[in-house]
């Protein structure tokens, strides 16, 4: 299984919002509305951010937002902070009841 | 509170086995798909298996498949991974993971080291 291709890196500056984008294919993210966002801090286990493509867990920033059109899955950071400076990897549910993740995108707050 | 403490990691020469564990705590074990993925030094998130609710269905990555056994133990509330004929790039932080539903991760354990190295 293939691994859902992000960008290396985005950054932006406090207060600014950017976009994370994962693209995937019809058989993962274009077939399933269930695309999943993990944040990542050095050193530390991942957290859930998104699931089921915009849907937030409890105690989750409503800062964090995520979309899906047709392949492309997006994440959305607005009013950037310092805190959100970390790695974010997508995830997807596929046919074949894999879960192949992201290349990973790490964002910088400049 | 949701705990997933992982254990079993270490050093081990290439071609060996381990066993890691995952204890289960907050929640009804019983009722929640489980997975375990990986990240190996510098690198990215990589998924490794998932078992059904009462481990009657596996599921494994193609690194992982015909040399790791996913297994659970409902009573105990413990999740296991056999792993068998180790290569160095198996070397990586193993995290245990509880799934919420169509294999999201909502909770994870704090990760143990597995070295595959002579």
């Known amino acids: 299984q293939s691994a859902l291709t992000q960008p290396a890196s985005v950054s932006g500056s406090p207060g600014q919002s950017i976009t994370i984008s994962c693209a995937g294919t019809?058989?993962?993210?274009?077939?399933?509305?269930?695309v999943s966002w993990y944040q990542q801090h050095p050193g530390k286990a991942p957290k859930l951010m998104i699931y089921d493509v915009s849907s937030r867990p409890s105690g989750v920033s409503n800062r964090f937002s995520g979309s899906k059109s047709g392949n492309t899955a997006s994440l959305t950071i607005s009013g950037l902070q310092a805190e959100d400076e970390a790695d974010y990897y997508c995830?997807?549910?596929?046919?074949?009841?894999?879960?192949?993740f992201g290349t990973g995108t790490k964002v910088t707050v400049l | 509170e949701v705990q997933l403490v992982e254990s079993g990691g270490g050093l081990v020469q290439p071609g060996g086995s381990l066993r890691l564990s995952c204890a289960a705590s907050g929640f009804v074990f019983s009722n929640f798909w489980m997975a375990w993925v990986r990240q190996a030094p510098g690198k990215g998130l990589e998924w490794v298996a998932n078992i059904k609710v009462d481990g009657s269905e596996e599921y494994y990555a193609d690194s992982a498949r015909g040399r790791f056994t996913l297994s659970r133990d409902n009573a105990k509330n413990s999740l296991f991974l056999q792993m068998n004929t180790l290569r160095a790039d198996d070397t990586a932080v193993y995290y245990c993971?509880?799934?919420?539903?169509?294999?999201?991760?909502?909770?994870w354990g704090q990760g143990t080291l597995v070295t595959v190295s002579s």
């Open positions: 019809s058989s993962d993210v274009g077939g399933y509305n269930h």
């Open positions: 995830s997807s549910f596929t046919s074949d009841s894999r879960t192949p």
């Open positions: 993971a509880r799934n919420r539903g169509w294999f999201q991760f909502e909770d």
